[in-house]
């Protein structure tokens, strides 16, 4: 998932100096607190890198983690030399964190909506979400918010791209995964280098997602492996499902017009009804696997729903796309770029028809 981008002494001494300093003209001081937090947590993670090579060189270097970073080289060069992703030193240095996840993306809605407070920066656009690198951090602010009369909801993220501007590291965050996610991290994550829009979340997300799925299965083609089983996909695309019915009956509540103590009983009992469904699916169709059981047994409220289809909305349009240009990755890009120049309205109506006659 992409964040703004502060300060680059390591890798190119000026050009991020223009939009963080055009970002800090704009801002008061709570602003400018926050952009310093960002400029250190990156400065931080640049302080960080190694290069993947010279530790594969080191004949010290745990059996483990060998396999995980020798593994990622493989995929980073098949991102490149097969996907036409961006061919540079990202993914190609490592750094260690020390911690479960990279930033924590703050969500914020008003009680009685499903619109996100959303936040504008220099090279991201405007997002539904204000990352930072430390979670008491995005705690504090979202305890802030939450006195405001807002619903919030913090969720780490194991990795994000910085659109180029720095040599974005493989992290240890990304290692707990398998395999499979692995590579699909880097490949969803170089795809926001080769292409992104700002201001449109969705958009972003589903081409990413795309390239991601269609790159793992090409991925684990090349390398001789069967189809990767599609149960755990089905069962979070189930779950998805689940979650935008709810926010859909959410939608409808608070167009309503009912009293704010009404609309709050029912938007208790939305939630409920969410978690009823969802045990019941589980128990049924999947075996009592708890997948998702964390996620829903916590706290909910509108934030916590926001996350859910900006990744998926599209994916059908892009999978379309590419199969219009016989799978050429980089007529894809174009297509993808051409796509982009539409005004909001004819880029949602162009998605619409590819999806339909996809």
């Known amino acids: 998932m992409p964040t703004l981008l502060l300060v680059d002494l390591l890798d190119r001494i000026r050009r991020p100096w223009v939009p963080l300093l055009g970002a800090l003209a704009l801002s008061g001081c709570s602003s400018l607190e926050y952009y310093g937090h960002l400029a250190r947590g990156q400065f931080s993670l640049l302080q960080a890198r190694e290069p993947v090579q010279r530790l594969l060189d080191e004949p010290r270097l745990a059996p483990g983690l060998r396999q995980r970073l020798a593994l990622s080289q493989q995929a ?12 540079n030193d990202s993914y190609r240095v490592y750094a260690d964190l020390d911690r479960p996840y990279v930033v924590w993306n703050l969500f914020a809605t008003p009680e009685f909506s499903l619109q996100p407070i959303t936040h504008c920066f220099p090279i991201a656009g405007c997002v539904a979400y204000r990352g930072y690198y430390q979670q008491g951090r995005a705690r504090g602010a979202a305890a802030l918010l939450r006195e405001e009369g807002l619903d919030t909801w913090v969720g780490g993220v194991e990795a994000y791209s910085t659109l180029g501007w720095f040599d974005d590291p493989l992290l240890s965050t990304m290692l ?21 829009l700002p201001g449109d979340t969705a958009f972003n997300e589903s081409y990413a997602s795309f390239v991601e799925r269609e790159g793992l299965r090409q991925w684990r083609l090349s390398r001789g492996l069967p189809p990767a089983d599609d149960a755990d996909t089905h069962r ?82 892009f999978a379309a796309l590419h199969r ?13 770029e051409e796509l982009s120049t539409l005004p909001a309205k004819e880029r949602i109506r162009a998605l619409e028809s590819l999806m339909a006659n996809g």
Request: no cysteine.
């Open 176 to 196: 707990r995964w398998d395999d499979d996610r692995l590579a699909a991290l880097i490949f969803h994550e170089l795809a926001h280098q080769r292409f992104y």
């Open 324 to 336: 219009a240009v016989s799978g050429d990755w980089r007529a894809f890009y174009r297509r993808v």
């Open 76 to 87: 980073r060069s098949f991102a490149s030399d097969h996907l036409g992703l961006p061919d």
């Open 236 to 317: 979070r695309e189930a779950f998805t499902r689940l979650v935008l019915d709810t926010r859909k009956r959410l939608e409808r509540l608070y167009a309503s017009g009912l009293s704010p103590e009404r609309m709050r009983e029912a938007k208790a009992a939305e939630f409920e009804r969410l978690r009823r469904d969802y045990r019941a699916l589980r128990d049924r169709e999947w075996g009592g696997r708890k997948r998702f059981d964390t996620w829903v047994d916590g706290p909910m409220n509108n934030a916590k729903l926001l996350p859910f289809g900006l990744y998926d909305q599209w994916v059908p349009a």
